[in-house]
C-alpha cells in the first residue's frame, strides 16, 4: 500500500526513502536527454573535484590503517586521480548507453479491442548496500539514474568520507540539468540499525541489491523483507569431455582459473574424463602448477600427480578465490553432470568437448546462469556480454539471472487503451 | 550454494524440499508431449475420482463447521461434481497452452566470435502458500508443471483431507507419464512452524507465491528469506476527466466497482473532474446507489449528493473488496495524479477521457501495474491479458508485475557457444 506507517524504521532511512520515494515518481518521466546530460555533468564535477575527494579519501585512508585495515582493503579503498578519471570515464560510457526506459516490449490486441503494450519502466528506489569501495558510489549511482531510478546508497562505514565527497559532487551536478533532488541518497549513520532498516523499508525502497563478500549478502537475504538480488557466489566448474581439445582445453583452463582467480567466474574445479589420458591430465596440471595453481585432488589425479594434495569433501563446496583447484577425474558425463548438480552454485560452468550431444546435454541439463562450450566461464560479465554496463551478476533466478546491466534495473508496466470496454 | 546444511529445518519440509529439488531437475528437460499428457491424464484422474474427492472434502466440511467455520469460507472450500469438473477443465486448458520452455528469448554474436543464447528455463522449485480452497491445489499444481518446475502446496490446514485427496490422484496420474515422482509435494503438517520453514527454506525453494488474503500475504513477506512474489492488494482507482464521454465514463464506473466487488482488480474510489459538473456526478452517484453502493465522499460529493457519508482520511486508504465507494471531487488531472501517486497500491489504475494529452500524462505518470485509458480495471487478469492461464497479479517490481501466466514462472539462462575463447 502507498500509506503505509513507518514508526519502526531508522528517521535517516525514513527521511531519506521519502525523499528518494518523491524523487522516483519525477525521475521515471526525466528524457534520456536529461538523464545523459546529466551523467557527463556528474563525470566533469567528479574531475574538477578531484582534489576535494582525494583529501576526503585520504581520511578514510588514515582512519582505516589506524584500526588495522589490512592492506589490500587500503588499496580498496584507495582513490587517486586515475582511478577518479576511471569513475568519470565509467559515468560517460553509461551516458552513452540506449536508455531502457519507455522501451516498448511487446503489444497486442485483445478480441475485444483493447490494445495493450507491455511497457519497460523504472524499478523505483533502489537500494544498494555494499563495501568500502569508493568506485562504487559512482558507478552504482550512474546506472541508477540512467535507468530511472532514485537510489539510496549505504557503503562501508570505512568509506564514509569519500562518498560523502563523490556523492554531494555527483548530487549537485545531476540537479543542474534538471534530475530532481533527492534521486542519489546517502546513508551517513555508519549503525547497523540503520542498514537493517533499509532492509525492512518495504514501501520506500523497492529493490535491494548487495554488493560485495558472501557474509554481506547472505545478512542482506536473512534480514530483508524488501525484495532482494542475490549476487556473488560462484564455484565454478571446467568439465573436458572425453573428446575435448586438448590444446583448447588447457588455454581455457588456464584462463578461466589464472588469469583472475579472485573474483566469481573464475573455475573452482576441474573435471576431466579419464578417455583424455593420464598423460594429458599430467601435462594439465604441470602447467597449473608452474602457474602457482594449488591442485587438491581426487584418489586418481593425487596417484598420476603426486604433488596434488588429496580433495576433501569441503573442496567441492568451496569458492576459494585464489590459485586453488579441486579436480576430479570422471569415468563419463553423467558422473560430471551429476557432480555439477550436487556442488555448482550455478553461477559459471563450461564444457569442453568436440561431441555436439554432449555439447547439447551439457547446455541443456546444466541449471546456472552461464552455461559454456568451448569459452572460459570468465566471460561471464555485462561488458563482455555486451550490456556495455554491470551491476553485479545476479545468481538467484528470480527478476534477473546472470550479469546485470541497464535492463535489469527495470520493471514493466501494462498500458491498456480501449473506447469503453467493461467486462462480461 | 548447492551444498548446504539446512539444520533448522522442519523435516517434512527438508524431505520433500529435496524430492522436488531432486525432481525439478528431470522436469526441467521433459518435453512438452510428456507434460501436456500428464496434465491430461490428471485431468482425467481427477474426474475418475470425484467420490473420493468429494468424501475427503466432507470430512474437511464437517471439521469447518464443527470449528465454527463461516458460511463464505465453507463455500470455497466446498468440492462438488460440477467443481471438480471445473479443475479437470482448467488442467486441460493449460495442457493446450504452448510450453514457455525453451523459448530462446533473444541471441547475438560478439565481436570475438562468442554466441550467446538467452534461453528460458524454470524457476526450479516454487512454494505456493494460500488458504482453504482446493481448487487452488489443481490450478497451481497444474500451471508449475506445464512450466516445469516442481511445487510444493501448503494450503489452509482446513482443506488438509480434500488437498490430499486431489494431490495423491493427480501426482499418481502425472507419474505415468515420466513426470518425475516428487514433482507435485504436499505439506502435510499444520503447523505454522512447519510454513515458516518453507519461508526459509534457500537452496530448496526458488520462489514463494503466497495466494489469499492480505494478512497471509505480509506473514510471507515478513517472515520468508525464499524470494518472493508479492500478489493482490489492489487499491484501484477510477479517473473521470473534464473531457469524459459521460455515457463511457458511467459504464465504465459501474462495472469497475459493481460486477464483482469483492476482488483486487475492482475499483475503491472514484476521482471526478469538477468540469463534468453537479448534474452528472448526481446521475453518476445515483446510479450507484441503485446498485447498492454506499458512497463515502469529499466535500463537495457530500454537498451534491447528501445521501454520501463523508469521507474518512482512511476511506482514501481502504481496500473495501465490497460495494462501499470513496468520491473525491478535483479541481485538475494534476490533482487527480497526486491523489493517486498517494493512495494507489499500484495495481490497476484508470482514466475516462476525450483529451489524449490527459491520456498520455495519466498512463506515462501513473506508476501501477495496468494502467487503462477507456477501459474497465477489471481486465487486469491473466484470462483476459490473453495469457490463457493465471498463477496471480503481481503487485511488487521485481521479476513480475500484474496478471502471471506462466511465463512469468520461468527464468533464464545464458547458453555460450565458442571455439576456444579466452579472455583477454
Known sequence: MAVKKYADLPSEVLEKGRQARTAAVALANCTAHIKNAALVLMAEALVANTNAI????????????????PEPLVDRLSLNEQRIADMAKGLR???????PIGEIIEGWTRPNGLRIQKVRVPLGVVGIIYEARPNVTADAAGLCLKSG???????????????????????AAAEKTGIPGGAIQLIENPSREVAAGMMRANGLIDVLIPRGGAGLIQSVIQNATVPVIETGVGNCHLYLDATADGKMATAICLNAKVQRPSVCNAIETLLVHEALGENYLVELLTELDHCGVEIRGCERTVKAFPKAKPATESDWEEEFLRLVLAVRVVNSLDDALAHIHRYSSQHSEAIVTRD???????????????????????????????FGAEIGISTQKLHARGPMGLRELTSIKYVIRGEGQVRA
Open 149 to 171: 531510478n532514485a537510489v539510496i546508497l549505504r557503503g562501508g562505514k570505512e568509506a564514509l568520507n569519500s562518498n560523502r565527497a563523490i556523492v554531494a559532487v555527483m548530487a
Open 54 to 69: 582525494i583529501t576526503a579519501n585520504k581520511k578514510d585512508i588514515e582512519t582505516g590503517r589506524a584500526n588495522g585495515m
Open 93 to 99: 560510457e553509461v551516458a552513452a548507453l540506449p536508455d
Open 356 to 386: 555436439p550431444v554432449a555439447a547439447e546435454r551439457f547446455t541443456r541439463e546444466i541449471d546456472a546462469a552461464a552455461v559454456y562450450v568451448n569459452a572460459s566461464t570468465r566471460f561471464t560479465d555485462g561488458f563482455e556480454f555486451g
